[in-house]
């Protein structure tokens, strides 16, 4: 990587390897994360309550630059206070969700500021141009990958109340 005379080695494979199970397995979480967003915010509607997004819409303002910023957050918002019912002791959304929405925020900006440097390093030819400026992505992509861990920690126990108290309102409006 550092040089044009340098021989692939066991350790490229490795690597090579591990980029596309990552690769593969986020988009397995990006279609499941969508599939899940869908579908609690369909729920919702057929639960009665009045909130502004619509399933497609759950998905889609990941997708929208700069609307990405804030609108999936009040999505979540949305699908936290449609999920439980007026009567619910645990209505207030989770302190862990402005979290959760910070991580997520601060890994795509590491994400792609360590993308954009790797560019200018010669990430992409035969050998790295800029030796010091591609370490420097390597320390970015490892932050970004560690918020984006903690990120997805939290939001799965969030999404996991969600579930739960969807459920449970399903099973309470088939009894009344």
């Known amino acids: 990587m550092f040089g044009p005379e340098e021989p692939f080695s066991i350790g490229d494979g490795i690597e090579?390897?591990?980029?596309?199970?990552?690769?593969?397995?986020?988009?397995?979480?990006?279609?499941l994360f969508s599939v899940f967003s869908y579908r609690a915010v369909k729920n919702i509607h057929i639960f009665g309550e009045n909130i502004d997004t619509k399933p497609g819409w759950a998905v889609g303002w990941?997708?929208?630059p700069f609307a990405n910023l804030?609108?999936?957050?009040?999505?979540?918002?949305?699908?936290?206070?449609?999920?439980?019912?007026?009567?619910?002791?645990?209505?207030?959304?989770p302190k862990g969700m402005p979290f959760w929405w910070i991580c997520w925020i601060v890994s795509n900006i590491a994400s792609n500021a360590s993308n954009r440097m790797g560019m200018r390093a010669g990430m992409l030819s035969d050998y790295a141009s800029d030796v010091p400026l591609y370490k420097t992505t390597l320390y970015l992509d490892i932050f970004s990958a560690a918020t984006g861990i903690i990120a997805a920690w939290v939001i799965l126990g969030i999404l996991r109340v969600i579930a739960e108290k969807q459920d449970?309102?399903?099973h309470a409006d088939a009894f009344d």
């Open 168 to 170: 449970i309102r399903m």
């Open 62 to 64: 990941y997708f929208i």
């Open 70 to 93: 804030w609108k999936p957050y009040g999505v979540m918002s949305d699908m936290w206070d449609g999920s439980h019912s007026n009567n619910d002791p645990d209505w207030d959304a």
């Open 16 to 31: 090579g390897v591990g980029a596309v199970t990552l690769a593969l397995s986020f988009i397995v979480c990006i279609v």
